[in-house]
Structure formats: structure tokens, C-alpha cells
């Protein structure tokens, strides 16, 4: 018989316990300067989605190994939603009641490779799905931190600043992005959801350490090895 393999999870912050992960969603081109940085316009269309694989995650002071095939591996700082309850066409007036709880994220990119299969019509897959792609730190329950709708997110690379921004510039609030994802598939509890990024993002190289902050959630580290 096969070994079923462990449930993707993350470390409760001030707790022992650990966030049994079911599936990773992620939000694109949620911040307006993000999306003009890469050429799309920032209106309020209905937001997409992607996903990540749950064993993709890695955890805050965990080694980034530098994925193959790429050439240009990015960053992209995130606030993280974990939900702790689901449902099927969640309104948005009660959407914050499935959050269990937030943590900080960074929804590595291999980027050329994402462009490539921009050009080409195809998924992206490869470029977001690839393995150790969703850097995530401790989750935070809402009973702690309360729920995130600003404060500051910045990001930097070996103490040099990339990304900064504030989480009430995103285009589609927490509510309004959890309730419109919950049309498009049945949210169940252990859901993340990666909320988009601010402008900035830029490329990785190994050697490099790589620290996320956001407000009343702290800091996140990492660094990029070989491969």
C-alpha cells in the first residue's frame, strides 16, 4: 500500500498548534500599481484566480531553493486568508465570518516563465504551482489580530526596500474577494487565500535574504540557495 502523504500545515502563532492547509487560492493584480507595472489596466474588472499546490508551502526562516528552469525568479509580498470555515456563494456582508485567520505571504513567480505562457494562451501553472512557491509565515487568528483591512506591507531584499504599499489600496477587499472566489468553487475550512500584491516586485538570486512585513502580523524571513 502507498503511505498517504501529511497534510500541508502551518504553525499557529503564540500556540502549539498547527493550520491544517486544504487548498491555496490566490488573487491576481489586486493592487492598481502592480497591475499598471505590468502593463494591464487597474480597473475594477472582476478579480481571477489561481493556485498553488498545498505542499508548495514554506515556512518563515525556511530556505527558498531556487526553482528550476527559470531565469528570473520573483517576489510578491501578500497578505494571507485562512479560512476556518467554507460555503458556496458567500455574500460579502458575510465573508468575514469564514476568516479564521491572516498571515504574511510571498507568492513566488517564475516569472519569465509566466510570460512565455502569457504570450502563448496557456496556464500558468508552472510559473505560480511550482514546488516551494508559497512562502508563508504563522497564522494569526482573527481573535488576536482582529480583522486586516490596512496597514502597512512593504517588502525587502538583503535590507534593501522593494515593495511597499498599504492593504486598504487593494482593488477587491477581503469580503468582497472571498465572496466572489466562493462563486466560482465551494471555500471549505483550511482554504488560504493570497490577496495580491503591491507594486515592486522584482527578481531573486541565490544568496539573497528576503524579509516581508505587515502590519500587526510582524515580519517574515527567508533566504534564496541553489537549487
Given at each position: 500500500?502507498?503511505?498517504?502523504?501529511?497534510?500541508?500545515?502551518?504553525?499557529?502563532?503564540?500556540?502549539?498548534?498547527?493550520?491544517?492547509?486544504?487548498?491555496?487560492?490566490?488573487?491576481?493584480?489586486?493592487?492598481?500599481?502592480?497591475?499598471?507595472?505590468?502593463?494591464?489596466?487597474?480597473?475594477?474588472?472582476?478579480?481571477?484566480?489561481?493556485?498553488?499546490?498545498?505542499?508548495?508551502?514554506?515556512?518563515?526562516?525556511?530556505?527558498?531553493?531556487?526553482?528550476?528552469?527559470?531565469?528570473?525568479?520573483?517576489?510578491?509580498?501578500?497578505?494571507?486568508?485562512?479560512?476556518?470555515?467554507?460555503?458556496?456563494?458567500?455574500?460579502?456582508?458575510?465573508?468575514?465570518?469564514?476568516?479564521?485567520?491572516?498571515?504574511?505571504?510571498?507568492?513566488?513567480?517564475?516569472?519569465?516563465?509566466?510570460?512565455?505562457?502569457?504570450?502563448?494562451?496557456?496556464?500558468?501553472?508552472m510559473a505560480k504551482g511550482?514546488?516551494?512557491?508559497?512562502?508563508?509565515?504563522?497564522?494569526?487568528?482573527?481573535?488576536?489580530?482582529?480583522?486586516?483591512?490596512?496597514?502597512?506591507?512593504?517588502?525587502?531584499?538583503?535590507?534593501?526596500?522593494?515593495?511597499?504599499?498599504?492593504?486598504?489600496?487593494?482593488?477587491?477587499?477581503?469580503?468582497?474577494?472571498?465572496?466572489?472566489?466562493?462563486?466560482?468553487?465551494?471555500?471549505?475550512?483550511?482554504?488560504?487565500?493570497?490577496?495580491?500584491?503591491?507594486?515592486?516586485?522584482?527578481?531573486?538570486?541565490?544568496?539573497?535574504?528576503?524579509?516581508?512585513?505587515?502590519?500587526?502580523?510582524?515580519?517574515?524571513?527567508?533566504?534564496?540557495?541553489?537549487?
Amino acid at each position: 500500500m502507498i503511505t498517504p502523504p501529511a497534510i500541508a500545515s502551518l504553525p499557529v502563532k503564540g500556540s502549539d498548534a498547527r493550520f491544517p492547509v486544504r487548498r491555496i487560492f490566490c488573487v491576481g493584480r489586486n493592487y492598481a500599481d502592480h497591475a499598471r507595472e505590468m502593463g494591464h489596466d487597474p480597473s475594477r474588472e472582476p478579480p481571477f484566480f489561481f493556485d498553488k499546490p498545498a505542499d508548495a508551502l514554506i515556512e518563515h526562516g525556511a530556505d527558498i531553493f531556487y526553482p528550476s528552469n527559470t531565469n528570473q525568479l520573483e517576489h510578491e509580498a501578500e497578505l494571507v486568508i485562512a479560512l476556518g470555515s467554507g460555503g458556496h456563494g458567500v455574500t460579502p456582508d458575510r465573508a468575514l465570518e469564514l476568516v479564521w485567520g491572516y498571515a504574511i505571504g510571498n507568492d513566488l513567480t517564475r516569472r519569465d516563465l509566466q510570460t512565455e505562457a502569457k504570450k502563448l494562451g496557456r496556464p500558468w501553472t508552472m510559473a505560480k504551482g511550482f514546488d516551494g512557491s508559497a512562502v508563508c509565515g504563522p497564522i494569526h487568528p482573527v481573535a488576536t489580530v482582529g480583522h486586516l483591512d490596512r496597514g502597512a506591507i512593504a517588502l525587502s531584499v538583503n535590507g534593501a526596500p522593494r515593495q511597499k504599499g498599504d492593504l486598504s489600496q487593494m482593488i477587491w477587499s477581503v469580503p468582497e474577494t472571498i465572496a466572489t472566489l466562493s462563486t466560482l468553487v465551494e471555500l471549505k475550512a483550511g482554504d488560504l487565500i493570497y490577496s495580491g500584491t503591491p507594486s515592486g516586485v522584482g527578481r531573486l538570486v541565490p544568496g539573497d535574504v528576503v524579509q516581508v512585513t505587515i502590519e500587526g502580523l510582524g515580519t517574515i524571513t527567508n533566504r534564496v540557495i541553489p537549487g
